[in-house]
C-alpha cells in the first residue's frame, strides 16, 4: 500500500521531514519522524541504556548516532532492499546484532517497541492489518508506555495550528504596552485579536456555516460540592439589590440544598445525596406547568405523564 510508505526524498518534503529550519542547511539531515526505522528479526522492548562496550558516555553516544545513521543512510540510498536481509544489512557495516540492539539503547530516550522490520520494510508506517482493510488510507499506530505521553501528544496536536496565533498575540501584547494600556483594556484588546485572527479549519468552517453541532455527550455531569468550605455563587446582583438590609441570604442554592430540602415521604427518606443528584433534576419555573401541573400546596405530589415532580421544602423550588 503506498500511502503507508514514507518518503522523505524532493523539495516538498525537505521542509517536512527535517528536524528543524536549521538542519536545512546541513548536507546529512536528520528524518524528523526517524525514518528509517530500525530493521530486526524479532520483535522487542527497547530500553534506554548506557554507552557500549563501556565507553565514556558523550564519546559511546556519538559512536552510536554515527553507526546508526550510516545504516540509515544505507536503508535510504539502496534500491534493492528487498534482496538484503538484516543479517546482510548489519554484516555490510561490521555490527553484531548484539550492538547494534547497543547502539539503539544508547540514543533510546525512552522505552519503545521495535517491530520485527527487513530492510524493505524500513519505510512502512505502523498500522494493524485488520484496520487498515477498512480504514484504506494513512495509518501510524505506536505504543505508548506513560500517560504523560499521551496527554502531550494530543495537546500538541490540538494546539499545534495556534503557534502562529501565538506569536501574533504576543507581539499585540507588547505593543499594547508600549501605549500604556491598562489591564483590564490590554486583556480585551487581546481577546479581539484572538477572535479575529484564530485560523479556522474547513471542516470546523463547514459545520459552522450549516449549525451542524461541534460536540455532543451521550452523559451528563453535575458537580457535587461535598466540601463544607467550597465556594458558592451568590445570587444575581439584581435580587440581592431587592432584598431587605437585613437578609443574608445572599448565596444561590446547590445540589445539597435541595437534598436536604427533599419532601418528607417513603421515597426520599432513605435516598442518599448520590442518587438524589443523579436521578432528580430542577423543573425550571418556565416548564413547571408543562411538566408538573398545578400545585395546591408544599406537600402535594403531581404526576404528568411517566415523569414525577415533588416540590422541595423551605420553598425551594421543584425537582422532578
Same mark, same amino acid.
Given at each position: ?113 521495535? %517491530? +520485527?522490520?527487513?530492510?524493505? /520494510? ?6 494493524? &492489518?485488520?484496520?487498515? !482493510? @477498512? ?78 453541532? %461541534? +460536540?455532543?455527550?451521550?452523559? /451528563? ?6 466540601? &463544607?468550605?467550597?465556594? !458558592? @455563587? ?78 422541595? %421544602? ?7
Amino acid at each position: 500500500m503506498p500511502y503507508l510508505e514514507h518518503l522523505h526524498t524532493g523539495k516538498l518534503v525537505w521542509v517536512i521531514c527535517l528536524l528543524d529550519s536549521k538542519n536545512q542547511t546541513k548536507g546529512d539531515p536528520d528524518c524528523r519522524y526517524g525514518y528509517p526505522l530500525p530493521i530486526s528479526d524479532e520483535s522487542f522492548i527497547l530500553h534506554p541504556g548506557s554507552a557500549p562496550n563501556g565507553q565514556n558516555e558523550r564519546h559511546g553516544r556519538n559512536e552510536a548516532k554515527q553507526k546508526i545513521k550510516e545504516i540509515q543512510n544505507f536503508l535510504t540510498d539502496t534500491d534493492d532492499l528487498e534482496n538484503w536481509s538484516v543479517d546482510e544489512v548489519l554484516s555490510h557495516h561490521n555490527i553484531t546484532k548484539d550492538l547494534y540492539r547497543e547502539y539503539l539503547s544508547a540514543i533510546c530516550k525512552r522505552d519503545q517497541v521495535i %517491530l +520485527k522490520r527487513q530492510p524493505h /520494510e524500513a519505510f512502512i508506517n505502523f498500522y494493524n &492489518e485488520k484496520l487498515i !482493510r @477498512f480504514w484504506n488510507g494513512n495509518m501510524d499506530i505506536q505504543y505508548i508506555f506513560n500517560p504523560y505521553a499521551v496527554v502531550k501528544y494530543v495537546m500538541s496536536y490540538i494546539s499545534k495550528a495556534e503557534k502562529e496565533l501565538g506569536n501574533l498575540i504576543r507581539k499585540a501584547q507588547e505593543e499594547y504596552r508600549e501605549g500604556n494600556v491598562d489591564a483590564t483594556q490590554e486583556l480585551k484588546l487581546l481577546g479581539d485579536v484572538y477572535v479575529t485572527h484564530r485560523a479556522v479549519s474547513q471542516m470546523e468552517t463547514i459545520y459552522r456555516l450549516t449549525m451542524l453541532p %461541534l +460536540k455532543e455527550f451521550s452523559r /451528563e455531569t453535575l458537580f457535587v460540592p461535598v466540601d &463544607e468550605s467550597s465556594y !458558592r @455563587f451568590t445570587r444575581p446582583l439584581k435580587e440581592i439589590e431587592q432584598m431587605k438590609e437585613d437578609s443574608d441570604n445572599i448565596w444561590s442554592t446547590n445540589v445539597i440544598d435541595k437534598y436536604l430540602a427533599r419532601p418528607k415521604n417513603e421515597e426520599f427518606e432513605g435516598l442518599c445525596l448520590a442518587d438524589f443528584a443523579t436521578n432528580y433534576s430542577a423543573v425550571r419555573k418556565s416548564k413547571s406547568p408543562d411538566v408538573c401541573g398545578a400545585l395546591d400546596n408544599e406537600d402535594d405530589e403531581v404526576k404528568s405523564g411517566t415523569a414525577n415532580c415533588h416540590v422541595l %421544602l423551605n420553598n425551594l423550588g421543584k425537582n422532578g
